[in-house]
């Protein structure tokens, strides 16, 4: 799998957008990016996925860049409940079928 | 929809002894299965892939006949911690993908392991 690299932290205050970058640059075409996030001592959620097209769905946004090397991911309106460890996974979607976890970035809201 | 469900959710045993954690898809019917560990303040590490039916296949390092996986139907796993010892403590989540179609994995809410 292609590894990728996010920062170790970030804050974010309650009720802004938070933007979590995620570098892949040595994605291959036929991966996907995936994100999940995992609240403390829970299992990790599934957020969103996406190849090359922007995504969006009830719970965020996923750009990509044009070259596919790096994607954000966008909470439109974090809340206390966002603080979380988020994951940025690249994996093949109809091959290898193992999502291997990074150390992620742990987003912490604030008041 | 895709809710797994752990049981148990936490559990305390000696050392010496088999613990038995209950992996489902509760409303959905899962071909694979995949248990994780984690470690405090560490990422997810795979242990080992499950499909329905058949044997598990383990990743590098994780001991089959330490860690016992049977996927006897396509709605639960179970995982048997054998013979625990307190290095064997953690926090074990399992996953399951869908029978067809979307390839998300839908995880499970964990069971905390200790071993005294």
């Known amino acids: 799998d292609a590894k990728t690299t996010q920062p170790t932290s970030m804050d974010c205050a309650e009720g802004r957008a938070a933007n979590l970058p995620c570098n892949h640059s040595?994605?291959?075409?036929?991966?996907?990016v995936y994100w999940y996030r995992q609240i403390h001592s829970q299992g990790p959620q599934y957020i969103i996925h996406?190849?090359?097209n922007n995504e969006t769905n009830e719970m965020a946004s996923l750009i990509i860049t044009e070259d596919r090397k790096s994607s954000t991911l966008i909470l439109p309106h974090a809340t206390l409940r966002d603080t979380a460890v988020y994951y940025c996974?690249?994996?093949?979607?109809?091959?290898?079928?193992?999502?291997?976890f990074g150390k992620g970035m742990k987003l912490t809201v604030n008041p | 929809g895709a809710v797994v469900s752990q049981h148990p959710s936490w559990v305390i045993c000696k050392s010496g002894t088999s613990v038995k954690i209950e992996c489902r898809s509760l409303?959905?019917?899962?071909?694979?299965m995949f248990w994780y560990r984690q470690f405090p303040k560490q990422s997810l590490m795979l242990m080992a892939t499950?499909?329905?039916?058949?044997?598990?296949?383990?990743e590098q390092g994780v001991e089959k006949d330490k860690f016992l996986i049977n996927h006897a139907s396509l709605t639960l796993s179970t995982l048997t911690v054998t013979s625990a010892h307190p290095e064997d403590s953690s926090f074990y989540i399992c996953?399951?993908?869908?029978?067809?179609?979307?390839?998300?994995?839908?995880f499970g809410p964990g069971t905390r392991l200790t071993v005294t």
């Open positions: 996953s399951a993908r869908r029978l067809a179609g979307a390839y998300e994995q839908y």
């Open positions: 040595t994605i291959s075409g036929n991966e996907y």
């Open positions: 996406g190849l090359k």
């Open positions: 996974i690249v994996r093949t979607q109809g091959g290898s079928e193992k999502l291997v």
């Open positions: 409303d959905f019917q899962a071909t694979t």
């Open positions: 499950s499909n329905e039916g058949s044997k598990a296949t383990y």
